[in-house]
């Protein structure tokens, strides 16, 4: 049978919805809060009923009915520390989403909204590979600093998405595979998946590793230790320069690759030196990446919108192309990875996870 999926994707200012029947995208729509309406609410979990009403008001101004809906998926949020997989919206689960287990997000609202639904009209709701996703071998947490341990938070629900995806299309299964992922957009994360586990990969939320569009990546401790004391910055001032103002945007003040590639193309040098290091960093931890697998490595998966740029591409196969080849999916396609998910355990493919 052919299931139909409502996927809600919150943002801090959005709310991304989507109906699909099994893969095939019905309507999707992105429902624009503004700083005013959202600034009403005194926490994220206040936001929910009118979140909810406006998710609402757009079924029915599409004439669509909510009845018909055979399951609702929401993308999930800063839960505990969970292996990947769908799980369904139980009320343990509620309850870490509704405190903000780890954190307050906005994507926390998306397996709130997603069981409030499928409640009234009766049909399962789920999440799938949030972000706190964490398989990590115990000998990848070691860090050097005991109270400083390496935590596992990523694009999951990309990088889960495209090597499920690659394993299907290859015939071998993910869980039969040894794959590289790299995830290029505002943040770059690049895991180490060993048999459908992801036994390694960068804190790409903090800033660990390559620097992305926005994000710092791993810069001098010793340094970023004095700047903290310096007495110049506040704690919020020093994060945003990690998370927000750094990487492309702290040095050629753009947060869109494809402005690089511009400038690079009128010979701008600054742009074309940043472009370098991009390369040889994200180059660098993909080769991390394979000493984590033991150089046993079937593919390396490029994902994310940066993919879709084959200059960054090529010029990453120049520098790894010799430890396998290469499969771009480029793009980060939610609503299309959230469906996937639900479907996977619909059809008996996959067992729903337990939280």
Known sequence: MAYISLILNPGSTSTKIGVMKDEELLFEETLRHSTEEIAKYASIYEQKDFRKEVILSVLKDKDFDVKTLNVVVGRGGMLKSIPGGTYAVSDELLEDLKIGRQGQHASNLGGIL??????????PSFIVDPVVVDELDDVARYSGVPEL??????????????AKRYGKESGIGYENLNLIVVHMGGGVSVGAHKKGRVVDVNNALDGDGAFSPERAGGVPAGDLVKMCFSGEYTQAEIYKKLVGNGGLNAYVKTNDMRDVLKAMENGDEENKKVFDAFIYQVSKDIGAMATVLEGKVDKIVVTGGIAYSDVVVNAIKERVGWIAEFQVYPGEDELLALAQGAIRVLNGEEKPMQY
């Open 114 to 123: 997603a069981r409030e639904i499928g409640d009234e009209i009766g049909v």
């Open 149 to 162: 341990p390496r935590k596992s938070v990523f694009h999951a629900l990309n990088q889960k998405a495209v």
